[in-house]
């Protein structure tokens, strides 16, 4: 089990893949070249927008504030949640100030996900032979005819050293949820303890719900059969002893056990994370 506060948790800029304007907070991140993978952060938008694009590893975005339009019609205001998956299309634009919790997962596929440490030594790297504007990177071939390249795409192939290819797209498009449109049901019986669950979205068994825990009420929790993350939205509490408040995050293992205990209310973001 790990816990990490976001007031003291690492700050990083973006990278020069993307276009200025965005940093991050970040909370915890899985093992580089696995395919469980994984990276969770706290993201600062102000006047942000990217090029349509899309990824080879899954990706969940929980507006906290201010709004984000995807295109197309996909528009997250705070509350709403948005899962990308593996190998489908979408942008980003926000105007003004945006916060949001971003998750981003290795997919079903097995492409994994590529480390920020990563993404940053390869920016480095391709700077030197080129130059990122807009989202987009461009080359000089040798033949002195200038190559544009989407900037996260050049960058894993310069990172990995080989052609990126993309999984099929299990979803055309962002899945957009409302979770105010979701029940709370009691769960497994606790009382004063509830769950709305949005999904569960491939073979892998990655999953998205939340939990709320009434104030003196406690909520065990097991992490099967993957790792699974945590993130208080709001409230305070106790987690074995140890204290977690308002954006908390909290990291368990597979076959870990353990029990929120609610001071006020907690409501408590789930993240299960796919099985490999």
């Not at 190559?147 to 990172?159: C, F, P, R, T």
């Not at 029990?259 to 209310?265: K, N, P, Q, V, W």
Request: proline letters at 5%.
């Amino acid at each position: 089990m790990k816990i990490v506060h976001s007031e003291t948790a690492r700050r990083r800029g973006g990278s020069p893949h993307r276009p200025d304007g965005i940093g991050f907070i970040c909370l915890f991140s899985g093992d580089e070249r696995s395919p469980d993978n994984y990276w969770l952060a706290l993201g600062t938008t102000v006047d942000y927008s990217t090029p349509r694009h899309r990824h080879n590893f899954d990706q969940v975005r929980i507006m906290v504030s201010g709004e984000f339009d995807f295109g197309r019609g996909y528009l997250l205001d705070a509350g709403k949640i948005g899962y990308f998956c593996e190998g489908s299309f979408y942008e980003q634009h926000s105007v003004g100030k945006a916060e949001a919790l971003v998750l981003q997962m290795g997919g079903a596929s097995g492409s994994g996900y590529m480390s920020l440490d990563e993404v940053y030594a390869g920016s480095a790297r391709l700077a030197q032979r080129g130059s990122f504007k807009d989202g987009v990177f461009t080359s000089n071939a040798g033949d002195a005819r200038k190559v544009n390249q989407d900037g996260y795409e050049a960058v894993w192939e310069d990172v990995h050293q080989r052609p990126i290819t993309y999984p099929k797209p299990r979803y055309m498009g962002p899945v957009v949820m409302d979770p105010e449109a979701f029940q709370w049901l009691p769960l497994d019986g606790a009382e004063g303890v509830f769950e709305r669950h949005f999904g569960t979205f491939h073979e892998r068994g990655a999953a998205i719900s939340q939990i709320m825990v009434e104030p003196g009420r406690t909520c065990s929790t097991v992490s099967e059969p993957s790792v699974t993350l945590y993130f208080i939205f709001d409230g305070s509490g106790s987690l074995e002893g140890q204290s977690i408040k308002k954006h908390s995050a909290v990291q368990l293992d597979k076959g870990e056990v353990v029990s929120f205990t609610a001071e006020s209310r907690l409501h408590i973001q789930r993240f299960r994370l796919p099985a490999f």
